[in-house]
């Protein structure tokens, strides 16, 4: 059992979700008020993706995450800042030649995935910690071993905590793999990611399994999406883990009642205290991840 709980908000992702819910934030002011509200409402680390205002997809333009960024640290709010590194490693490959990219392929190498977080200087950017079959169709996440140890050293080199996400038991072999070779600074952070499909289910006995493969210094989290977000969260609780919650995962608040990111924070909270734990504050977390702010 875990007393005191990191909650974290994953605000807007990237995923297609502008259409299923008024709710999305999409611009970065939109973007930047949710983190903020999301760290009144309790949570003490906002994961943070940009989106294109103009088409609400998902974007990697610096010029979008410095003007978030820019407006949460110009905020009264204290909130630890977690970028997403996970921008750029979508192929889908050509019907006419699968060896050449098709529409949707955004390919970019480690260092230019990290740009932003580069010039940023976030106390925290997540790192997917392996390749992914990413739906039905013929969408492949990609996130080599040569490019997550470039990621992971140069994340190192500049004080950033990577948030190692896996989505899968391949991926945190991988994870632990980067921490033999003195790659990833103590304590590592994990979040384990369910329900993403074609990557681990987001049921109990799965957290479980991943969860009881962690290293023992770690610092870990879980998250399920949609209508697993609350019951992954009380169970990572009851298992000694943070919770993650926020419009990237589930944009319901209950059956058919679109939710805020406050909103879901608040419902986790909610979880948690009648748990006998608590929510911590931004500098307890801090602490706790070993940030550089600490």
């Given at each position: 059992?875990?007393?005191?709980?990191?909650?974290?908000?994953?605000?807007?992702?990237?995923?297609?979700?502008?259409?299923?819910?008024?709710?999305?934030?999409?611009?970065?002011?939109?973007?930047?008020?949710?983190?903020?509200?999301?760290?009144?409402?309790?949570?003490?680390?906002?994961?943070?993706?940009?989106?294109?205002?103009?088409?609400?997809?998902?974007?990697?333009?610096?010029?979008?995450?410095?003007?978030?960024?820019?407006?949460?640290?110009?905020?009264?709010?204290?909130?630890?800042?977690?970028?997403?590194?996970?921008?750029?490693?979508?192929?889908?490959?050509?019907?006419?030649?699968?060896?050449?990219?098709?529409?949707?392929t955004d390919?970019?190498g480690p260092?230019?995935?990290?740009?932003?977080?580069?010039?940023?200087?976030?106390?925290?950017?997540?790192?997917?910690?392996?390749?992914?079959?990413?739906?039905?169709?013929?969408?492949?996440?990609?996130?080599?071993?040569?490019?997550?140890r470039k990621?992971?050293?140069?994340?190192?080199?500049?004080?950033?905590?990577?948030?190692?996400?896996?989505?899968?038991?391949?991926?945190?072999?991988?994870?632990?793999?980067?921490?033999?070779?003195?790659?990833?600074?103590?304590?590592?952070?994990?979040?384990?990611?369910?329900?993403?499909?074609?990557?681990?289910?987001?049921?109990?006995?799965?957290?479980?399994?991943?969860?009881?493969?962690?290293?023992?210094?770690?610092?870990?989290?879980?998250?399920?999406?949609?209508?697993?977000?609350?019951?992954?969260?009380?169970?990572?609780?009851?298992?000694?883990?943070?919770?993650?919650?926020?419009?990237?995962?589930?944009?319901?608040?209950?059956?058919?009642?679109?939710?805020?990111?406050?909103?879901?924070?608040?419902?986790?909270?909610?979880?948690?205290?009648?748990?006998?734990?608590?929510?911590?504050?931004?500098?307890?977390?801090?602490?706790?991840?070993?940030?550089?702010?600490?």
């Amino acid at each position: 059992m875990n007393y005191e709980v990191i909650v974290s908000c994953a605000v807007t992702g990237a995923g297609d979700t502008v259409d299923k819910s008024p709710l999305i934030p999409v611009t970065p002011e939109e973007v930047a008020n949710a983190a903020i509200e999301a760290a009144k409402a309790g949570a003490a680390i906002a994961h943070i993706h940009v989106r294109d205002p103009e088409t609400g997809k998902g974007s990697r333009d610096p010029e979008l995450f410095k003007e978030v960024v820019d407006r949460i640290r110009s905020s009264d709010t204290d909130v630890v800042i977690n970028l997403t590194s996970g921008m750029g490693g979508d192929w889908t490959p050509s019907d006419e030649n699968p060896s050449m990219p098709g529409p949707g392929t955004d390919m970019i190498g480690p260092l230019e995935r990290l740009a932003h977080v580069k010039e940023l200087l976030p106390e925290i950017c997540s790192l997917d910690c392996g390749t992914l079959n990413f739906g039905n169709g013929n969408d492949i996440y990609i996130a080599t071993p040569p490019y997550l140890r470039k990621m992971a050293e140069l994340t190192k080199e500049w004080g950033v905590k990577p948030e190692l996400e896996v989505f899968e038991l391949g991926h945190l072999r991988f994870a632990k793999q980067m921490i033999i070779e003195g790659l990833i600074d103590e304590p590592p952070m994990f979040q384990i990611c369910l329900g993403i499909p074609w990557g681990a289910d987001h049921s109990v006995d799965t957290l479980k399994v991943m969860k009881d493969e962690l290293p023992g210094e770690a610092v870990w989290g879980g998250f399920g999406i949609s209508r697993m977000q609350m019951p992954i969260a009380a169970a990572t609780v009851a298992m000694g883990g943070n919770v993650r919650v926020g419009l990237e995962d589930n944009i319901y608040l209950e059956r058919g009642v679109h939710a805020t990111n406050a909103q879901l924070v608040e419902k986790v909270i909610g979880i948690i205290d009648r748990m006998g734990a608590r929510a911590v504050t931004p500098a307890e977390a801090r602490k706790k991840l070993g940030l550089r702010n600490a």
